[in-house]
């Protein structure tokens, strides 16, 4: 078979992602000073990665012997195509629904993927897609359907299976390759790509986190060795150095993190890695193992430096004199920390996040990323403020603005916030002199 793989975005002038945020995904915009405006553009510069779980189902297509393309358009030679998979967000919603619709004009099978399809699948199937609940791969994976079989498939299709994720093919990233190179700026210019160790997250902050949603709450991991054949073959055939983990938490299982570390120190690949764990799965002995592997940067989400507006948002997070503790040694072997930061908690308001700036410039991690609290559909915090949403559009759910009526917060009061924390933080002198001294000294 035919099969497109279409990925496409709105036309707005900041950066998009469908893979990060659990693959609902993020936009960047910063705010509206003159600062938040330059931050922006520095942003925009680097090139946007398709989501992981797109990529994957391109590689099970492909081990399927399946001929398999992939655009951010529709193509001009529709009627080449057997069917099309279309990878979800909620950041670019309306913009899928849209191509849906444009495609059943042509009488194509649209199967819609990703975590916010399946927990958001009516407008989808309405717009005329079958929506594919779940980890869409394991759908996929061996797919031998004929278009009889596909055209008889519900519209919902509750992807239920027992496919250990050690027999899923490599994403696909050779197919990407073709229309575009991804990079990442903060590994710098060569060839990036993103891939995984594990698959769900168990902790408690599922509560406001989109992970779980498509990949669940039970901890599956990858055999190591098959990690390492992964990242051989890319490295050998695309040229890839540069490896972004997906895991929504990198370190969760000790042994198994260390494994591949040391399978890494030992095959002596000389890549650069990027992570995103919780500061309570490092210590010492882990962070030296991380800078062997060849670790650059982690992402670690501090959300609050106020016990209460943690504990009321279901957070386990280690002490702050612990998370500074940790955070300055990793950075004193090398390996920078992006902090990140969520203005509006529930419970959250003027005080406590003035409380939480001061806390972030105190820690003058590398990097810090201040975001909103956005109650997501298929959340289980979504119930509590669905009644509560002020915004037409779910392209507006993008971590950047305020998106229901908070009780110690107004949407305006948001956007000023937002805009002085990155410019408090990023114009500190204690931040600019570590930056200055990491650059040219």
């Keep these: ?35 938040t405006k330059f931050l922006k553009f520095v942003v925009n510069k680097s090139i946007e990665f398709p989501p992981l779980f797109s990529v994957q189902v391109l590689g099970e297509l492909k081990d399927a012997n399946h001929s398999v393309e992939y655009s951010k358009t529709i193509p001009d030679n529709l009627e080449f195509f057997d069917f099309i998979v279309l990878a979800s967000s909620i950041v670019c919603h309306e913009t899928e629904i849209d191509t849906i619709k444009k495609l059943k004009k042509f009488n194509k099978i649209v199967f819609a993927i990703g975590p916010f399809a399946t927990s958001n699948p009516d407008n989808y199937i309405q717009a ?48 990407i390759f073709k229309n575009y190179t991804p990079r990442f700026k903060f590994l710098g210019k060569e060839p990036a790509v993103n891939i995984n160790a ?39 055939s695309l040229g890839v150095n540069n490896f972004i983990f997906r895991d929504p938490v990198f370190s969760i299982d000790r042994k198994h993190t ?71 040694y990793l950075e004193k072997i090398g390996i920078k920390v992006k902090a990140m930061y969520i203005i509006g908690l529930p419970t959250d308001n003027k005080k406590t996040f003035a409380e939480t700036l001061n806390y972030a410039k105190k820690i003058n991690s590398s990097y810090a990323q201040f975001s909103v609290f956005t109650p997501y559909p298929g959340t ?28 110690n917060f107004s949407k305006n009061e948001i956007d000023d916030i937002l805009s002085s924390a990155y410019q408090k933080y990023y114009l500190n002198p204690k931040w600019l002199l570590k930056h200055f001294k990491s650059k040219f000294l």
Excluded at 206 to 212: I, L, Q, R, T
Aim: hydrophobic letters at 35%; aromatic letters at 10%; a neutral charge.
């Design 128 to 175: 005329g897609a079958k929506v594919v609940k779940g980890e869409p791969e394991m759908f996929f994976h061996k797919f031998k359907k004929s278009n009889e079989e596909i055209k008889q498939l519900p519209n919902l299709i509750d992807n239920v299976n027992n496919i250990d994720i050690n027999d899923l093919a490599i994403p696909a990233w050779d197919i």
């Design 198 to 236: 594990s698959r769900g997250c168990p902790y408690s902050c599922f509560y406001y986190c989109v992970y779980p949603l498509q990949q669940g709450r039970k901890l599956r991991l990858k055999n190591p060795d098959k990690l390492l054949n992964e990242i051989k073959y890319l490295k050998s």
């Design 380 to 407: 289980p915090v979504f119930s509590e403020y669905k009644d509560k949403i002020n915004v037409k559009s779910y392209e507006e759910f993008t971590q950047w603005q305020l998106v229901f009526d908070h009780p």
């Design 258 to 328: 260390i494994e591949i570390c040391k399978k890494i120190i030992e095959a002596n690949l000389n890549i650069k890695i990027c992570i995103e764990t919780h500061l309570k799965n490092i210590d010492d002995e882990m962070a030296d193992y991380f800078k062997k592997a060849g670790v650059k940067l982690i992402y670690v989400g501090i959300e609050s430096a106020v016990d209460e507006v943690r504990k009321d948002s279901n957070r386990q997070s280690e002490a702050n004199d612990k998370q500074i503790q940790k955070i300055n």
């Design 1 to 35: 078979m035919n099969i497109l793989l279409l990925d496409v975005y709105p036309h707005v002038d900041y950066r998009i992602s469908k893979d990060q945020n659990g693959g609902y995904g993020t936009a960047n915009d910063y705010g509206k000073t003159l600062f």
